[in-house]
Nanobody, 121 residues
Framework: QVQLVESGGGLVQAGGSLRLSCAAS????????MGWFRQAPGKEREFVAA????????LYADSVKGRFAISRDNAKNTVYLQMNSLRPEDTAVYYC??????????????WGQGTQVTVSS
């Protein structure tokens, strides 16, 4: 079993920055790829970013490429999502997930509780 605990969500002005964190339990964190997804009200959950188990490969949605950066610190069992140049359309509940490296939800087995990110105009 893997438990994921997210933090760092909040309210930020357009153009600002925010960093989300996701701490994983257990000693098998390095065996999993990690991903970030988001879901706005009335919308489907969508892929944001992913990072491989080694941290050597990353994937980004076109909508966030160049603005967001995913990273991981396996010694701390933590994955991060640095969000820069935030836009109101980035407003959503953000979820971290652990599983197989990729951009589709079915690849991920474990999910965090979600954290709200609100970008004001």
């Amino acid at each position: 079993q893997v438990q994921l605990v997210e933090s760092g969500g909040g309210l930020v002005q357009a153009g600002g920055s925010l960093r989300l964190s996701c701490a994983a339990s257990g000693r098998t964190f390095s065996n999993f790829a990690m991903g970030w997804f988001r879901q706005a009200p009335g919308k489907e959950r969508e892929f944001v970013a992913a990072i491989s188990w080694s941290g050597g490969s990353t994937l980004y949605a076109d909508s966030v490429k160049g603005r967001f950066a995913i990273s991981r610190d396996n010694a701390k069992n933590t994955v991060y999502l640095q969000m820069n140049s935030l836009r109101p359309e980035d407003t959503a509940v953000y979820y971290c997930a652990a599983g197989s490296f990729g951009s589709t939800s079915y690849r991920y087995t474990y999910w965090g509780q979600g954290t709200q990110v609100t970008v004001s105009s």
